[in-house]
Every structure is written in structure tokens, then in C-alpha cells.
């Protein structure tokens, strides 16, 4: 593959219902649900993370959304981002496209002017935890509603917002 064919084309979804995105959505779902038991599984449908405090990106090769991530603007004293739904097709990974993912949902954040993101992920998914700790994610406990779980690993990463670039 040409470097070309390495960059993903991203864009912001704007409806649930675009259908570009549904059976990448689904595959990520059937992913989560092999892995993890219901009560472990934090996704969130799409119309919660469409449109709301935040914003859902797919990946495009042509046509077809090949990876996609969301990250929800929240606040508990602290504001921050919580990352979503981070996915790609299994075939396609290892081509840094959940890293392509990744930094637009971190510069989403920093564009709101928000220094804090998080993010909950499981024990199963060590190819997650790899790139997590490549970028720079460390380790914390629960946040937000979640409760300390065996089956869930907290993580965050300090950034720096726009205003302050």
C-alpha cells in the first residue's frame, strides 16, 4: 500500500442514521460483546454521541468508514473528554488508523479548550492498552459513573488546549 492509501479520510458525523457508518458501528459492537460480558460493556449508542457536548469521527478509505471514535465533552469538577467507541476493522489494523482516529479526537478536545481526556477500556484488549500507553494515556481509577471493575482499566492523558498553544 502507497502512504495515500495509509491516511484515513476523517470526517465528523453529524447523524445517527448516516448510514456509512452502521455496519462499522455494528462490528464494533459484536467486537466488545465477544470480549466482555453486557454488564462490562460501556458503549453508548450513537444519537448520545452525535450532536450532544462532543463528536463521533469515522475513518474513510473511498467510500467505506474503515475506523471510527467518538469523544463526549463532560464535567464532574473537572472538565474533560471521555474517548468512545474508538474502532477499526479488524483486517486494518496495525496501519495507525486508530492513532489517526485518536489525535483528531484529542484535538477535538483541545479545540474546546478542555486539558483532560479519558477513557475506560478492559484487560482483553491489549492491542488498545499498547496504544494507549504509546500515546501517552497513564493509568487512574474510576471516574465519572463508573466503579472500580475488574474488567475495566481507567486511563488519562494531560493535553494542552488551543488557547494555551
Do not use: W
Not at 76 to 86: F, T
Amino acid at each position: 500500500m502507497t502512504d495515500q492509501e495509509h491516511r484515513l479520510r476523517l470526517q465528523r458525523i453529524e447523524r445517527a442514521d448516516d448510514e456509512r457508518i452502521h455496519a462499522l458501528v455494528a462490528a464494533s459492537d459484536a467486537y466488545y460483546e465477544a470480549l466482555y460480558p453486557p454488564e462490562n460493556i460501556h458503549t453508548e449508542p450513537l444519537d448520545a454521541l452525535i450532536g450532544g457536548a462532543g463528536a463521533f469521527f469515522a475513518g474513510f478509505l473511498g467510500p467505506k468508514a474503515v475506523a471510527c471514535g467518538a469523544v463526549k465533552l463532560l464535567d464532574d469538577g473537572i472538565a474533560y473528554g471521555e474517548i468512545k467507541r474508538l474502532y477499526v476493522e479488524e483486517f486494518r489494523r496495525g496501519l495507525g488508523f486508530a492513532v489517526q482516529i485518536m489525535q483528531q479526537l484529542e484535538h477535538f478536545v483541545c479545540d474546546s479548550g478542555i486539558s483532560t481526556i479519558r477513557l475506560e477500556t478492559g484487560p482483553r484488549q491489549p492491542e488498545a492498552l499498547r496504544l494507549y500507553r504509546r500515546l501517552q494515556y497513564v493509568r487512574r481509577g474510576p471516574f465519572g459513573n463508573y466503579r472500580p471493575d475488574p474488567l475495566s482499566i481507567f486511563m488519562e492523558k494531560s493535553l494542552r488546549p488551543a488557547a494555551a498553544r
